[in-house]
């Protein structure tokens, strides 16, 4: 399993928006895409000192392959569409990609 790890950034006025259009739009866009591969995705938030909110969204997949049918070749590029970008005030431009050693299952109590 790959994991997907990006970032972006907000100020605490934008959060809202942002939040809702993640959760209502992108990610469900790319849930209908019906990718062979992909298993769903994580979307988190903190407020940070300074003012900030700090959005993360974790994404799983199979394999690099899948990811490639997400994004294209050029796998690491960050997928940020033009009404997410228009509420952020920064975000990595780069997603960064893990290969799953363990999982939650792997490490329950028997």
Same mark, same amino acid.
């Given at each position: 399993?790959?994991?997907?790890?990006w970032?972006?950034?907000?100020?605490?006025?934008n959060a809202?928006?942002?939040?809702s259009?993640?959760?209502?739009?992108?990610?469900? &866009?790319?849930?209908?895409?019906?990718? &062979?591969?992909?298993?769903? &995705?994580?979307?988190?938030?903190?407020?940070?000192?300074?003012?900030?909110?700090e959005?993360s969204?974790?994404?799983?997949?199979?394999?690099?392959d899948?990811?490639?049918e997400?994004?294209?070749?050029d796998?690491?590029? &960050?997928?940020?569409?033009a009404?997410?970008?228009a509420?952020?005030a920064?975000?990595?431009?780069?997603?960064?990609?893990?290969?799953?050693?363990?999982?939650?299952?792997d490490t329950?109590?028997?």
């Amino acid at each position: 399993m790959i994991v997907r790890i990006w970032r972006g950034w907000t100020t605490p006025e934008n959060a809202d928006a942002y939040e809702s259009i993640v959760s209502t739009r992108v990610l469900p &866009a790319i849930a209908e895409r019906n990718l &062979a591969g992909y298993h769903g &995705a994580y979307l988190l938030r903190r407020p940070l000192d300074g003012g900030e909110v700090e959005f993360s969204t974790i994404m799983l997949f199979d394999s690099l392959d899948a990811v490639r049918e997400f994004v294209g070749d050029d796998y690491e590029v &960050a997928h940020v569409p033009a009404e997410a970008r228009a509420v952020l005030a920064r975000f990595d431009e780069r997603s960064a990609h893990y290969d799953t050693l363990l999982t939650p299952e792997d490490t329950r109590p028997v």
